[in-house]
């Protein structure tokens, strides 16, 4: 089955940028929707950006609005996630997956990916 892997996390001080990207195989990747969450330890996987099938339409979760930017390349059957003004609590496992209406995640790659670490620590 077809396999999300994030990458382009890491350790960065608080203000910090990060770039994160998820790519997966196949050519359906660019049929769905996308979006990100994320989930520190200890708390539930959370929401935190999503985009349209085209790129046309983002959204996002108002913890990171204006700080985040969501964005795809379907060429590159590649959707990336700015992530500028770091703070600490952005600290999380990143995940991306493929959303419907309401922002919800769906069972379209069969798994969730490993997730790429994000720190962000003085």
């Known amino acids: 089955q077809v396999q999300l892997v994030e990458s382009g996390g890491g350790l960065v001080q608080p203000g910090g940028s990060l770039r994160l990207s998820c790519a997966a195989s196949g050519r359906t990747f660019s049929n769905y929707a996308m979006g990100w969450f994320r989930q520190a330890p200890g708390k539930e996987r959370e929401f935190v950006a999503d985009?349209?099938?085209?790129?046309?339409?983002?959204y996002y979760a108002d913890s990171v609005k204006g700080r985040f930017t969501i964005s795809r390349d379907n060429a590159k059957n590649t959707v990336y996630l700015q992530m500028n003004s770091l703070k600490p609590e952005d600290t999380a496992v990143y995940y991306c997956?493929?959303?419907?209406?309401?922002?919800?995640?769906?069972?379209?790659?069969?798994?969730w990916g490993q997730g790429t670490q994000v720190t962000v620590s003085s």
């Open positions: 997956n493929a959303v419907v209406f309401n922002h919800r995640p769906v069972n379209v790659f069969g798994s």
């Open positions: 985009i349209t099938w085209s790129g046309d339409s983002t």
